[in-house]
Antibody, heavy 126, light 108 residues
Framework: EVQLVESGGGLVQPGESLRLSCAASGFTFSSYAMSWVRQAPGKGLEWVSALSGSYGRTYYADSVKGRFTISRDNSKSTLYLHMNSLRAEDTAVYYC???????????????????WGQGTLVTVSS | EIVLTQSPGTLSLSPGERATLSCRASQSVSSSYLAWYQQKPGQAPRLLIYAASSRATGIPDRFSGSGSGTDFTLTISRLEPEDFAVYYCQQYGSSPRTFGQGTKVEIK
């Protein structure tokens, strides 16, 4: 059974940093791209960042480029999101999501987000 | 960046009725890499449809997806009580991956 469990959320002040983690199990972690998606209170879904299964190919939304860094430790089946210079508008529930096997290249599988974690709340406020 | 526009914003229907949700892209979606998700309050989204028309594992056949290029549709043939929720489309053929703003399907 695929499981994704996020952790690391909390209340921080503007300008501070936070690291989110997503522990994965039930699939070959290194074969699949992973993404972070966030949802501000009462709002829709916003894709934040993605990382290929291997070779470290990273992708970012313009809203977080230069402030957030996605990484993974395939030996621990864990995905991370390092968030720096946090702003009030970064307040949201952050979900990690596994990408499905819709297409493949040398860096792994990519696709629709077939499994999601339960989310972790990040609140940026003074 | 591909902008996805969903319509209508809210759909008010009764159980047993047919729901038709639209997702229009600002430019062609590569290889029809378009997905639909369902989200209920307090829950994570759930994948319904991938690659425009393929049902995800365990999704009932009353859900179907169609379309290509810039116009995509999610159809729920007969609404069940558990289908009242918010639905999002998403393209994942190019980066940045983007979501539509959502369509809420509510009980009339």
């Amino acid at each position: 059974e695929v499981q994704l469990v996020e952790s690391g959320g909390g209340l921080v002040q503007p300008g501070e940093s936070l690291r989110l983690s997503c522990a994965a199990s039930g699939f070959t972690f290194s074969s699949y791209a992973m993404s972070w998606v966030r949802q501000a209170p009462g709002k829709g879904l916003e894709w934040v960042s993605a990382l290929s299964g291997s070779y470290g190919r990273t992708y970012y939304a313009d809203s977080v480029k230069g402030r957030f860094t996605i990484s993974r430790d395939n030996s621990k089946s864990t995905l991370y999101l390092h968030m720096n210079s946090l702003r009030a508008e970064d307040t949201a529930v952050y979900y990690c999501a596994k990408e499905g096997p819709d297409y493949y290249d040398s860096s792994g599988y990519y696709g629709g987000f077939d499994y999601w974690g339960q989310g972790t709340l990040v609140t940026v406020s003074s | 960046e591909i902008v996805l526009t969903q319509s209508p914003g809210t759909l008010s229907l009764s159980p047993g009725e047919r729901a038709t949700l639209s997702c229009r892209a600002s430019q062609s979606v590569s290889s029809s890499y378009l997905a639909w998700y369902q989200q209920k309050p307090g829950q994570a989204p759930r994948l319904l449809i991938y690659a425009a028309s393929s049902r995800a594992t365990g999704i009932p056949d009353r859900f179907s997806g169609s379309g290509s290029g810039t116009d995509f549709t999610l159809t729920i043939s007969r609404l069940e009580p558990e289908d009242f929720a918010v639905y999002y489309c998403q393209q994942y053929g190019s980066s940045p991956r983007t979501f539509g703003q959502g369509t809420k399907v509510e009980i009339k």
